[in-house]
């Protein structure tokens, strides 16, 4: 796959995740990962999935969110 065509679906990710969508915009970057070995599609993904996995926690409900046993 040319640059020009991996950019063209990384700005359409990144619009992807201005609005939000961050479902599609790991499915989208999963298929282009599978597509294409690029390090900046691989970073990319990584920080999505940080997103998504500190995106649910509810800090206020309890504060060891980790369960580390020694702040109990």
Same mark, same amino acid.
């Given at each position: 796959?040319?640059?020009? @065509?991996?950019?063209?679906?990384?700005?359409?990710?990144?619009?992807?995740?201005? @609005?939000?969508?961050?479902?599609?915009?790991?499915?989208?970057?999963? @298929?282009?990962?599978?597509?294409? @070995?690029?390090?900046?599609?691989?970073?990319?993904?990584?920080?999505?999935?940080?997103?998504?996995?500190?995106?649910?926690?509810?800090?206020?409900?309890?504060?060891?969110?980790?369960?580390?046993?020694?702040?109990?």
């Amino acid at each position: 796959m040319k640059r020009k @065509e991996i950019d063209g679906k990384l700005g359409h990710i990144s619009q992807l995740i201005g @609005e939000q969508r961050f479902g599609e915009a790991l499915n989208a970057l999963n @298929e282009l990962e599978k597509d294409e @070995e690029c390090t900046e599609v691989k970073i990319l993904r990584i920080q999505l999935e940080n997103i998504l996995r500190y995106q649910n926690l509810d800090i206020y409900a309890n504060t060891n969110l980790f369960m580390d046993p020694w702040l109990e």
